[in-house]
């Protein structure tokens, strides 16, 4: 039945013959047309952790429960990468992170670490170590995103989700954190 105008601005009645619908059903459309705009989120995976990690390496280490498998698709769409981590130190020193694609460092020209932050020697403070960048993967094969730290130089523990001391704690900063990382895979951005 063809559709036909009814009375009223915007009522209509009738059925589109089903040779006129390019796919049956919206279960049956596989991919975007080609007339959507690029930059729009496909997908958004994110995971936190409130367990409190610590390490006294000088090489880097992963940070548990910061890790995420992401199957992007299409090749040619990126993943927006982002991690926020409560971080803290027992003595004076730096901590380093790492956002790693696979065993790939990202988000750095040098590759030598992605961020690193100069804390002070106060017990009683925990400070956030964040950053992001838009990843080209190039695959539609899963690809996993995850955190890598480690301290450097002196003698001292680095941590994830603590300040670094375990009395009592000091006004109201408080001894516990969580940290996040999230991804976002964005259509054909070019």
């Not at 690029?38 to 390490?55: D, E, N, P, R």
């Not at 804390?119 to 995103?145: F, G, H, K, Q, W």
């Not at 670094?164 to 964005?186: H, K, V």
Request: hydrophobic fraction near 35%; proline fraction near 4%; charged fraction near 10%.
């Amino acid at each position: 039945m063809a559709i036909t105008r009814l009375g009223g601005a915007n009522a209509i009645s009738g059925t589109i013959p089903q040779g006129n619908i390019a796919n049956s059903s919206l279960g049956a459309v596989t991919a975007l047309p080609a007339a959507i705009a690029t930059g729009k989120v496909l997908q958004v995976l994110s995971t936190s952790t409130s367990v409190s990690f610590a390490t006294t390496s000088d090489s880097f280490v992963d940070v548990p429960n910061l890790s995420l498998a992401i199957t992007p698709s299409s090749t040619s769409n990126k993943i927006l990468a982002m991690f926020d981590c409560n971080v803290g130190l027992n003595n004076a020193d730096e901590i380093h992170m790492n956002l790693l694609r696979g065993s790939t460092i990202i988000g750095n020209n040098s590759a030598a670490s992605t961020i690193h932050a100069t804390l002070i020697p106060d017990n009683y403070r925990m400070n956030s170590a964040n950053y992001s960048v838009l990843d080209t993967p190039n695959t539609t094969s899963e690809t996993t995103y995850k955190i890598q730290m480690k301290k450097n130089g002196a003698s001292a523990t680095a941590y994830v989700n603590d300040r670094g001391y375990n009395g009592a704690s000091s006004g109201t900063n408080p001894r516990w954190g969580s940290s996040q990382l999230t991804l976002m895979e964005i259509a054909g951005w070019y």
